[in-house]
């Protein structure tokens, strides 16, 4: 029953499928890198977690992200900063 699926040729169990890849010489001998080295040495840690705490947020950096993530403190009301007057018909 299963020998009619197509992937069954191509991957049978306990194999992997082998893709063919046709790679540069760079790649089959280890020399191959990717990306472009960085200017300056960082180390990862610091980046992720820095030693001297979070840069401290101000009011303009809180209300961009409440524009940009409609995330608003509890009982807060929310400003859509509509014109009223932009149509005085009504």
Known sequence: ME???DSIKREPLGRSYT???N???QANNGNMVF???SKD???AKEVLYPSHGAAPETAEHAEMYKKTHSNYFAGEQRNR???WQANPTI
């Open 3 to 5: 020998q009619r699926y």
């Open 19 to 21: 893709r063919n890849y």
């Open 23 to 25: 790679w540069p010489e």
């Open 35 to 37: 990306g472009l080295p």
């Open 41 to 43: 040495s960082a180390n």
């Open 81 to 83: 900063e509509y014109d």
